[in-house]
């Protein structure tokens, strides 16, 4: 169940009735969690990241810190190459799930023998009997949504597959009609968003071979990036790093365990280092600019001030707690920027 943390009203000491909220996504939960192999797709858990060259995992094939899931199409073959022999290459070295497009039904049977899901490809959403042949498999299903399709064709097919008696199926916005430069595509967030919303199915977003849309597809509630298949180790990161850091911003986990929770502290002490890390070196450019840097230029009413205004965000922390905390951030940044200062290339 949700806690509705949302918004939250000053305590009285605040000055005025001012109130906060946050930026966390109040739906989070799907309620119809797909599992892809071992990697739960749309529980209260990290977005997984789906794609990437072999090139983008880690020593040996395993899965890096970035990949969750491989993907390979089959379309490029045009069902000149024996499915079989395309899977079996792909899972070469590989112990994570791996999910496949097929290029036709033919491709069928060998995906339901040797792949964790399918992928009905955006180009094939309205391939009726495709999409009901992919279903019958049993596996997971994938239902990318076609460049031209409104919200209504594309949970239709979602429909299909659930009449063909197979529930396991995740959606995937891949984007409209305009190609971007750089691989990406004109992708519809409103749509993945409301998708999610309307069916409980977990909503990938596919961003091609460009990253860049990684942390606006986690803040609109994606439960996992999709990728090219051949999209490179620096995209797979880039998609990684927005999913730790704008989920930790974002997603309002509910964790049952140890472990889980664990994992979300792992994820939130990631957002923080990187804010602390910018925090640090523009107090930096703070110390360079005033007439008295460092120590000795303190300011103890602008660090009371800057207390006060985060615990309007921090109000079971409140002043008391966060003062000794950031005066230990604010202590370091000093320390930087003095070190720095003293070295001979001024750091
Ligand atoms: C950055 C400054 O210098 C010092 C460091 C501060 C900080 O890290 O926020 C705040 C006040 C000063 O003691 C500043 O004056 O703003």
Known sequence: MHRSRDVVD?????VGKVRFVSVETPDLRTTRAVRIG??????????VVIGGSAAAA??????????DI???????HRGRRPAGEAIAEARAGWASPVLVEPFSAADLPD?????????IGAAWMQDFRLVRAAARLGIPVVVQRGPAATLEEWL???DYCVAEGNDQVALCECGSRTPMPGGGTTLDLAMAREARARTGRPVLVALGRDAALAGAAIAAGADGLMLAPDAGRDVVAAAREAAIVVGAMVRREDPATVAEARGVIDRVDAALATLLERRAELAGVVQRLKPVGGFAGRDMERERSLVAAMAR???ALGTDRLAPVMNAVIEA???LAEERRARPDGG
């Open 10 to 14: 000053f305590p009285a000491w605040s």
């Open 38 to 47: 071992q990697v739960p797709l749309g529980q209260d858990v990290l977005p």
């Open 58 to 67: 880690g020593p040996g094939g395993s899965p890096g810190p970035a990949q």
């Open 70 to 76: 491989r993907w390979i199409t089959l379309r490029g």
């Open 111 to 119: 995906i339901a023998e040797q792949a964790d899901g399918v992928v």
């Open 156 to 158: 239709a097919i979602a």
């Open 313 to 315: 965000r921090a109000p």
């Open 333 to 335: 940044g000093l320390h």
